[in-house]
T-cell receptor, first 112, second 115 residues
Framework: AQSVAQPEDQVNVAEGNPLTVKCTYS??????LFWYVQYPNRGLQFLLK??????LVKGSYGFEAEFNKSQTSFHLKKPSALVSDSALYFC??????????FGQGTELSVKP | DAGVTQSPTHLIKTRGQQVTLRCSPK?????VSWYQQALGQGPQFIFQ???????QRGNFPDRFSGHQFPNYSSELNVNALLLGDSALYLC??????????????FGPGTRLLVL
C-alpha cells in the first residue's frame, strides 16, 4: 500500500529564515508526489509536484521540494519564510489509478 | 478561467437526514474526485468519476454515492447521516489524459455539520 508520512505536526520558524516541512513516502513503483497548502477554512491549493526528472522541483510562491530516492523523502523548502506562509501543508502521493493519499498535515507558523 | 466551484459552502443537517453536495470542475477538466477531511486530519478519498462512471472508490460505506453529469459537474450524496459525517467535503478536478502529469485542483469545500 502506498502512503506518506509527515513526522512533524507543527513547524515554527522566524520570518526571513529558511523553512523545511518534511515528508517521507512508501510506494511500489515510481512515486508521483505532491505538496498542497491549506489556509483556514479553505480548500487545498496545489504548490508543486514530482513526476520524474530533476530532484529539485520548483513550485508556486517561492516553494521548492527536494526528491530523495535513497531516503524516500520529498521535503518542502523555502529559502526565506514569510508570515503569510503560515498555513497547513499536506504531502500526498498519487496511486496508479489517480487517487491521492495524503499525510496528516504539518502546521507551519511563521512569526515576525 | 473559473476554478473548481462547490455549493453550498456550509450546511447543517440532523442525524438520519440526507444531503447533496455539488461541484463544478475547472474549465477543460473531465474528472472529478471527492474527499472527506475530518477536523485535524488529511483528506480521505471517497470516489472518482470519469465519463459519468465511478472509476475508483475509497473505503467509504454505500451511504456515500455520487453522480457525474454530461457537463462533467458532479454531486455527492450522503444518506442516513451520522454525527461522524461532519467534515469538510472537498471536490477536485483533473484531466487524466495528461497521463502521469495529472494534477488535481481543489475547490473551497463544503463544511457539513451533522447535529
Amino acid at each position: 500500500a502506498q502512503s506518506v508520512a509527515q513526522p512533524e505536526d507543527q513547524v515554527n520558524v522566524a520570518e526571513g529564515n529558511p523553512l523545511t516541512v518534511k515528508c517521507t513516502y512508501s510506494v511500489s513503483g515510481n512515486p508521483y508526489l505532491f505538496w498542497y497548502v491549506q489556509y483556514p477554512n479553505r480548500g487545498l491549493q496545489f504548490l508543486l509536484k514530482y513526476i520524474t526528472g530533476d530532484n529539485l522541483v520548483k513550485g508556486s510562491y517561492g516553494f521548492e521540494a527536494e526528491f530523495n530516492k535513497s531516503q524516500t523523502s520529498f521535503h518542502l523548502k523555502k529559502p526565506s519564510a514569510l508570515v503569510s506562509d503560515s498555513a497547513l501543508y499536506f504531502c500526498a502521493v498519487r496511486d496508479r489509478r489517480g487517487k491521492l493519499i495524503f499525510g496528516q498535515g504539518t502546521e507551519l507558523s511563521v512569526k515576525p | 478561467d473559473a476554478g473548481v466551484t462547490q455549493s453550498p459552502t456550509h450546511l447543517i443537517k440532523t442525524r438520519g437526514q440526507q444531503v447533496t453536495l455539488r461541484c463544478s470542475p475547472k474549465s477543460g477538466h473531465d474528472t472529478v474526485s471527492w474527499y472527506q477531511q475530518a477536523l485535524g486530519q488529511g483528506p480521505q478519498f471517497i470516489f472518482q468519476y470519469y465519463e459519468e462512471e465511478e472509476r475508483q472508490r475509497g473505503n467509504f460505506p454505500d451511504r456515500f454515492s455520487g453522480h457525474q453529469f454530461p457537463n462533467y459537474s458532479s454531486e455527492l450524496n450522503v444518506n442516513a447521516l451520522l454525527l461522524g459525517d461532519s467534515a469538510l467535503y472537498l471536490c477536485a478536478s483533473s484531466y487524466p489524459t495528461s497521463g502521469v502529469s495529472e494534477t488535481q485542483y481543489f475547490g473551497p469545500g463544503t463544511r457539513l455539520l451533522v447535529l
